[in-house]
């Protein structure tokens, strides 16, 4: 009789845990994202959202001498963000955000590494922070296009999709 009592209590125990478990596609999506960079900019992943976080010399897309303002691309979807405009219409080095583009496929609320694939970039990229639970799930990415002027970068990013909260 323990011993069915014991199974029981096991059974209960997996099914309390499966339903605590985050609801995770655990297949992992990808993200492509292409943008005109100039300098250093980091991009910015929070749940659906993604937000530019600009560093030095011309912030994504607005290359002075780049013929305007072009697009990031997320998923091939053209996005245009707002800047500033501080101290001018390229946001030169001024350590600012872009308006923020809802709608990509949802970073679970998880402990997870991101992967990237590289498509093309001239410069350099890295990861500055994996999503966990004491950075709220936030992933970022650093581009840096240190060569004169602006270049297209283009990475796809790999991971577990969550549901919307």
């Known amino acids: 009789m323990n011993k069915n009592i014991s199974i029981t209590l096991f059974a209960v125990f997996l099914i309390a845990a499966c339903n605590r478990a985050p609801n995770l596609n655990q297949t992992p999506t990808i993200l492509n994202i292409r943008a005109y960079v100039d300098g250093r900019s980091q991009l910015i992943i929070k749940g659906d959202m993604f937000v530019w976080r600009h560093l030095d010399f011309d912030a994504p897309g607005r290359w002075e001498l780049g013929g ?5 691309y997320l998923n091939k979807a053209p996005w245009y963000p707002d800047w500033p405009d501080f101290p001018d219409s390229t946001n030169d080095s001024c350590n600012c955000y872009s308006s923020s583009f809802k709608g990509i496929p949802y ?17 350099g990229v890295r990861v500055i922070q994996q999503p966990n639970a004491d950075n709220d799930y936030t992933f970022v990415l650093e581009l840096d296009d240190y060569f004169d002027g602006a270049d297209w970068y283009e990475v796809n990013l790999n991971y577990i999709v969550g549901a919307l909260h």
């Open 107 to 123: 970073l679970a609320r998880t402990n997870q590494r991101v992967w990237m694939d590289i498509v093309q970039i001239r410069g």
């Open 68 to 72: 305007g303002n072009q697009p990031t």
